[in-house]
């Protein structure tokens, strides 16, 4: 599976909104799957650094957090209530 890096990393037959979804939902799919089974303490290389595969999965957690905030921020600056806000 491509990283979703930028988009010439992604895979070809990406043309449509529902193919990235579909290939997105996959990946997380993919990071669950592998979390239980993991060893956490295994040394690694990411992004050209040591780390362990915990260090990796915490590196996922912290991204997928930081775009969720863009998305909040981005939804309440156009008008958009997140539901879980709405009253």
Known sequence: ?????????????IVSKADLAKWLKDSEDAV????PKAD???AVKFLGKDTTV???FLRLLVHSHEHMGQLIAYARSTGVVPPWSAK
């Open 1 to 13: 599976m491509a990283s979703p890096g930028n988009s010439k990393n992604l895979p070809k037959g």
């Open 32 to 35: 669950r799957a592998a979390y």
């Open 40 to 42: 956490m303490k295994k």
């Open 54 to 56: 915990e260090g990796v």
